[in-house]
T-cell receptor, first 114, second 111 residues
């Protein structure tokens, strides 16, 4: 199993509060991703990182920000949580972008915004 | 606009029979296709992939078929086992290197 952990695994928060989710990897992979999974939508990319301090937006980035100060850590922040951000969040890592590769996923964080 | 679609939300098959999961895509520039399996309360795990220059890839009980002219791929599981019961996601890699996922199909294999 790829060494990916996510914390917290479950969180309930109130609308308007800030929330930070953490992804930690021990594989030293360059690329890290944040996805959200919602019924009927599959997995949608929020933000991704291609190196320390190098990040870019994905498909559903509004309301989210990310930071990567170390290779092993990728943080996802909801500045002011809304009920539409209730979801399951997955972090993923990959060694490279091109060629035959796959992304490895963490166990997920279930976030509920009340 | 959904570029990768799994039109069957669920599929139920008997143990020992074949399971066929389908996926359609719209972008002819996708160069790689992957299937992931997901159990409840776990992250997706990679299952099998296929390059756009091939039409078939096989790994044990799992075979992925790609029909580029129809923009369609399918995953065959033979024989199906109860442990295969999970949500299956197909994904396509765009020319920017990112993966675009379908909505998922829940497979139930009955003993």
């Amino acid at each position: 199993d790829a060494g990916i952990t996510q914390s917290p695994r479950h969180k309930v928060t109130e609308t308007g509060t800030p929330v930070t989710l953490r992804c930690h990897q021990t594989e030293n992979h360059r690329y890290m991703y944040w996805y959200r999974q919602d019924p009927g939508h599959g997995l949608r990319l929020i933000h991704y990182s291609y190196g320390v301090k190098d990040t870019d937006k994905g498909e559903v980035s509004d309301g989210y920000s990310v930071s990567r100060s170390k290779t092993e850590d990728f943080l996802l922040t909801l500045e002011s949580a809304t009920s539409s951000q209730t979801s399951v969040y997955f972090c993923a890592i990959s060694e490279r972008l091109a060629g035959a590769y796959e992304q490895y996923f963490g166990p997920g964080t279930r976030l509920t915004v009340t | 606009d959904q570029q990768v679609k799994q039109n069957s939300p669920s599929l139920s098959v008997q143990e020992g029979r074949i399971s066929i999961l389908n996926c359609d895509y719209t972008n002819s520039m996708f160069d790689y296709f992957l299937w992931y399996k997901k159990y409840p309360a776990e992250g997706p795990t990679f299952l099998i992939s296929i390059s756009s220059i091939k039409d078939k890839n096989e790994d044990g009980r799992f075979t992925v078929f790609l029909n580029k002219s129809a923009k369609h791929l399918s995953l065959h599981i033979v024989p199906s086992q109860p442990g295969d019961s999970a949500v299956y996601f197909c994904a396509a890699r765009s020319n920017t290197g990112k993966l675009i996922f379908g909505q998922g199909t829940t497979l139930q294999v009955k003993p």
